[in-house]
T-cell receptor, first 115, second 115 residues
Framework: SAVISQKPSRDICQRGTSLTIQCQVD?????MFWYRQQPGQSLTLIAT?????????ESGFVIDKFPISRPNLTFSTLTVSNMSPEDSSIYLC????????????FGEGSRLTVL | AQTVTQSQPEMSVQEAETVTLSCTYD???????LFWYKQPPSRQMILVIR??????QNATENRFSVNFQKAAKSFSLKISDSQLGDAAMYFC????????????FGQGTRLTINP
């Protein structure tokens, strides 16, 4: 298993500002992902965070809006840039080990409210 | 691309009774993983049960079991002896074997347990 810590747990932000969410894992992991969960909705993958290289973004998500860093195998950040009320969501970090057990582990999520 | 469909937005069950949550998926792959995740109000995504597509035997975890019908692309979750702590959102998810380990989620089913 993996213990995943996300910061902040929740925040209230003003329109037009940016916020960076941190994801710290207690062990080295191969795969790290960022998901978005809009109110009352399911989880949608934003991107795969690649260690030492640019993240791989899913359709509909771009680097300018959601820049991601992953400097090592235990840490990643997601920035939500130039926020609007439509960005109000829960953002979840998810990790997978190199051993292909199939399971992904999730952090508790960061709930952002944009006013 | 793979898709996952949960046709029951909400379900309710009496405490100690049995409930079945439905999930169907679409894929052209022959080998993959299927999961049920639980998301209580705390937002933490918790793995309930996992099924490898190459295994014919249905997975079981204590009170939780699945009915995996590969030809029909169906993957239902049965919860026996329902407990108040089972109340949560339940998400069915699909993952390819190898390659990117990203999960594709269904829309979710909100399960209420009536005392």
């Amino acid at each position: 298993s993996a213990v995943i810590s996300q910061k902040p747990s929740r925040d209230i932000c003003q329109r037009g500002t940016s916020l960076t969410i941190q994801c710290q894992v207690d062990s080295q992991v191969t795969m790290m992902f960022w998901y978005r969960q809009q109110p009352g909705q399911s989880l949608t993958l934003i991107a795969t965070a690649n260690q030492g290289s640019e993240a791989t973004y899913e359709s509909g998500f771009v680097i300018d809006k959601f820049p991601i860093s992953r400097p090592n195998l235990t840490f990643s950040t997601l920035t939500v840039s130039n926020m609007s009320p439509e960005d109000s969501s829960i953002y979840l970090c998810s990790v997978g080990h190199g051993i292909d057990t199939g399971e992904l582990f999730f952090g508790e999520g960061s709930r952002l409210t944009v006013l | 691309a793979q898709t996952v469909t949960q046709s029951q937005p909400e379900m309710s069950v009496q405490e100690a009774e049995t409930v079945t949550l439905s999930c169907t998926y679409d894929t052209s792959e022959s080998d993959y993983y299927l999961f049920w995740y639980k998301q209580p109000p705390s937002r933490q995504m918790i793995l309930v049960i996992r099924q490898e597509a190459y295994k014919q035997q249905n997975a079981t975890e204590n009170r939780f079991s699945v009915n995996f019908q590969k030809a029909a692309k169906s993957f239902s979750l049965k919860i026996s002896d329902s407990q108040l702590g089972d109340a949560a959102m339940y998400f069915c998810a699909y993952r390819s074997v190898g390659g990117a380990q990203k999960l594709v989620f269904g829309q979710g089913t909100r399960l209420t347990i009536n005392p």
